[in-house]
């Protein structure tokens, strides 16, 4: 059935450092892909997300590239922040459903 | 604007007991989705209703796990003679109309079975 892995973590950055976050998916067809963000005490959030082969999605600094070919989604932020620690889940929902299929998630500490 | 709401945030109960948990979905919104967290892991889904109707329960792990949502805005999951791996956060979702649309998120239900 359909998957997402993701690197476990937890990863551990300075503040400015580059961020890479890697995550594959296996699905049949054209899943939509997405990452979502939880910061502590607080619910699951939509960071960005992304149709189709080739889209980047894009929002607060972070971007990801939907890759066909790679089946990889991977989350990148140039200069993170103390604020962006949280734990950061990458999901796909299968094509035309509607259910979200999420991989086990990846904490980011980030240190002044 | 008010978001998905839940209650209650946490319940105790002991093994074999019945529970409910309430999700109150962004006004309007006919899309809800309940989803499972156990520690450690990414949410797992469980159901999905539009309007009043289950279009998809496939992730319900069982017939001790209903759910319901009868005037197409407050959902309650239901689950009978509660076990231990039942103890999770229980995620509520909801959508404006359905498949494409991003899912907001509740702030959970801590379920713990003793």
């Known amino acids: 059935g359909d998957s997402v892995t993701q690197m476990e973590g937890p990863v551990t950055l300075s503040e400015e450092a580059f961020l890479t976050i890697n995550c594959t998916y296996t699905?049949?067809?054209?899943?939509?892909l997405f990452w979502y963000v939880q910061y502590p005490g607080e619910g699951l959030q939509l960071l960005l997300k992304a149709t189709k082969a080739d889209d980047k999605g894009s929002n607060k600094g972070f971007e990801a590239t939907y890759r066909k070919e790679t089946t990889s989604f991977h989350l990148e932020k140039g200069s993170v922040q103390v604020s962006d620690s949280a734990v950061y889940f990458c999901?796909?929902?299968?094509?035309?459903?509607?259910?979200?299929?999420f991989g086990t998630g990846t904490r980011l500490q980030v240190f002044p | 604007g008010a978001g998905v709401s839940q209650t209650p945030s946490n319940k105790v109960t002991e093994k074999g007991k019945y529970v409910e948990l309430r999700c109150d979905p962004i006004s309007g919104h006919t899309a809800l989705y309940w989803y499972r967290q156990s520690l450690g892991q990414g949410p797992e889904f469980l159901i999905y209703f539009q309007g009043t109707g289950a279009a998809d329960d496939s992730g319900l792990p069982n017939d001790r796990f209903f759910a319901v949502r009868p005037e197409g805005s407050v959902s309650t999951l239901k689950i009978q003679r509660t076990e231990r791996g039942d103890s999770a956060v229980y995620l509520c979702?909801?959508?404006?109309?359905?498949?494409?649309?991003?899912?907001?998120f509740g702030p959970g239900t801590r379920l713990l079975v003793l």
């Open positions: 999901a796909l929902t299968p094509y035309n459903t509607d259910k979200l299929i």
């Open positions: 979702a909801s959508s404006p109309s359905g498949v494409g649309e991003t899912q907001y």
């Open positions: 699905a049949t067809g054209y899943p939509s």
